[in-house]
């Protein structure tokens, strides 16, 4: 089954650092960019951060220069590196790939995990 998973998610004070990791199964045939995305309780879903398959970035401007988004091709696996964590990043935190899933498939489709806590507290 193809899917993503998300861990690292968690409680920490206000300036603290954490790390997510967004595993992707081993089944899907093409990884292209992939991305975090958040939504905090009453908002919308929005975007944190991208990568594409060449590793060029773009960033939210509120995460800039406190976030930081990588992935290791070799293991399917998409990073988050959160330092200078404020209230204001509380929220499930979702991974997102743009996928070409088998072999032969026309298109890519846009796949998304479960999604992790994080809680910044003062």
């Known amino acids: 089954q193809v899917q993503l998973v998300e861990s690292g998610g968690g409680l920490v004070q206000a300036g603290g650092s954490l790390r997510l990791s967004c595993a992707a199964s081993r089944s899907i045939y093409r990884i292209n960019a992939m991305g975090w995305y958040r939504q905090a309780p009453g908002k919308q879903r929005e975007l944190v951060a991208t990568i594409s398959s060449g590793g060029s970035t773009n960033y939210a401007d509120s995460v800039k220069g406190r976030f930081t988004i990588s992935r290791d091709n070799s293991k399917n696996t998409l990073y988050l590196q959160m330092s200078s964590l404020q209230r204001e990043d509380t929220a499930v935190y979702y991974c997102?790939?743009?996928?070409?899933?088998?072999?032969?498939?026309?298109?890519?489709?846009?796949?998304w995990g479960q999604g992790t806590q994080v809680t910044v507290s003062s």
């Open positions: 997102n790939a743009d996928a070409v899933l088998y072999y032969g498939a026309k298109l890519s489709s846009s796949i």
